[in-house]
């Protein structure tokens, strides 16, 4: 009889121990198990289009996470996407020239917003907004960019 109990013992060890490895494994791939941003501020960008891009994805620079996206509307007058972004706050000194574009990282295709510095004198303050964008990049689109140029360009006849 404590054969048994033992095996059982173990099986709901084991049980437990997957238990939780799935749950920090999809804790990882939700994003959240990174902390919060801290005295952080408020910056915007907008897209022509933001693809799979969520709140709370990563907002980076040169690979290092400096901020999560808080929030994402659409401009009602021009019809973009409005991507706000809460910025860690020891990260005060990005130029006001910073370009924002929306990448992609992963396997599993999750969308981040990069950010590449310009060399400007001045700083992004709370409530400021980046000027140069870049969309991310629609598969769809691309491979119709890529087959309408074969069907446009004429053929070559060898003589």
């Known amino acids: 009889m404590t054969n048994r109990k ?4 173990w099986v709901g060890l084991f049980v437990t121990a997957g238990l939780v490895a799935l749950a920090i494994l999809s804790f990882r791939v939700g994003n959240l ?3 919060e941003v801290t005295n952080g501020y408020h910056i915007e960008a907008r897209f022509e289009n933001i693809g799979s891009l969520k709140a709370r994805s990563a907002v980076t ?8 996206v808080s929030k994402i509307q659409i401009d009602p007058n021009t019809y973009q996407a409005r991507v706000i972004m809460n910025i860690d706050g020891r990260f005060r000194n990005l130029p006001v020239d910073t370009g924002a574009t929306i990448l992609t990282a992963g396997l599993l295709g999750e969308q981040y917003v990069g950010l590449e510095p310009g060399g400007a004198e001045e700083y992004l303050k709370d409530g400021d907004r980046i000027k140069v ?7 769809e ?4 960019r890529v087959l309408t140029m074969f069907i446009e360009k004429p053929a070559d006849n060898k003589k």
């Open 141 to 144: 689109k691309l491979i119709g």
């Open 6 to 9: 033992t095996v059982e013992i």
């Open 61 to 68: 620079m040169a690979g290092v996470r400096i901020g999560r």
């Open 33 to 35: 198990t990174t902390t």
């Open 133 to 139: 964008t870049q969309s991310a990049m629609v598969l």
